[in-house]
């Protein structure tokens, strides 16, 4: 479940009532969710920590103007490295941002 973004040193968390997940699989197949819209792709993982994200297809419902789908779904897009530390998954994108995760 994503617990916040941290975009260039600022923490926006997602509003209470909108949850958002990604779940990468072992054949190399990622799927995730925003508040209302589905995503779906490939991805790499080197040893490296780099991150690939690959052939990415998402539904485009509207979601509202509280949504922060649109900017997940935009990092996830151009994700470039990962790392996993105490059940908590950070993935890298831009410069200085990440989104980070907590495992259920």
């Known amino acids: 479940?994503?617990?916040?973004?941290?975009?260039?040193?600022?923490?926006?968390?997602p509003p209470q009532d909108q949850s958002y997940y990604i779940q990468f699989k072992e054949?190399?197949?990622?799927?995730?969710?925003?508040?209302?819209?589905?995503i779906f792709g490939n991805y790499i993982f080197d040893l490296d920590s780099s991150l690939i994200i690959m052939q990415i297809?998402?539904?485009?419902?509207?979601c509202g103007t509280?949504?922060?789908?649109?900017k997940y779904f935009d990092a996830i897009h151009?994700?470039?490295a990962y790392k996993?530390?105490?059940?908590k998954l950070s993935i890298y994108y831009g410069i200085n941002s990440k989104l980070n995760f907590i495992g259920e």
């Open 27 to 38: 054949d190399s197949t990622f799927s995730g969710k925003s508040d209302c819209n589905e």
């Open 1 to 13: 479940m994503l617990e916040s973004f941290n975009i260039e040193g600022e923490i926006v968390k």
């Open 57 to 62: 297809v998402t539904t485009k419902i509207f």
């Open 66 to 70: 509280q949504s922060v789908g649109e």
């Open 78 to 80: 151009i994700a470039r």
């Open 84 to 87: 996993i530390e105490d059940n």
